[in-house]
């Protein structure tokens, strides 16, 4: 079955993506070469088979509003 994660962290040669509320670590090497800490990724099987980058752009705009609005500004400017 196909699940979404977020890249946590880079632990050595391991990758932790958060999927469920879970850390669940995959080897590095087999991972998309530009994979980065925030990304959303799909996993399947015990492997990561890409980077979701709709839902990854998504997540960083709502980010970015959430900092626009702390910091009562555009951070565009």
Same mark, same amino acid.
């Given at each position: 079955m =196909?699940?979404? /994660?977020?890249? +946590? *962290? $880079?632990?050595?040669? @391991?990758?932790?993506?958060?999927?469920?509320?879970?850390?669940? %670590? $995959?080897? @590095?090497?087999?991972?998309?070469?530009?994979l980065?800490?925030?990304? &959303?990724? #799909? &996993?399947?099987?015990g492997?990561? #088979? /890409?980077? %979701?980058? !709709?839902?990854? !752009?998504?997540?960083? %705009? +709502?980010? @970015? *509003? *959430? $900092?626009? *609005?702390?910091? /009562? =500004?555009?951070? +565009?400017?």
């Amino acid at each position: 079955m =196909k699940q979404t /994660g977020i890249v +946590d *962290r $880079f632990e050595g040669g @391991r990758v932790v993506i958060e999927i469920e509320n879970q850390m669940v %670590d $995959f080897p @590095r090497d087999e991972a998309p070469a530009m994979l980065a800490e925030g990304m &959303v990724v #799909l &996993v399947e099987n015990g492997r990561i #088979l /890409g980077i %979701d980058e !709709q839902e990854t !752009q998504r997540m960083e %705009d +709502d980010m @970015r *509003r *959430r $900092f626009e *609005r702390i910091l /009562g =500004k555009n951070t +565009d400017e």
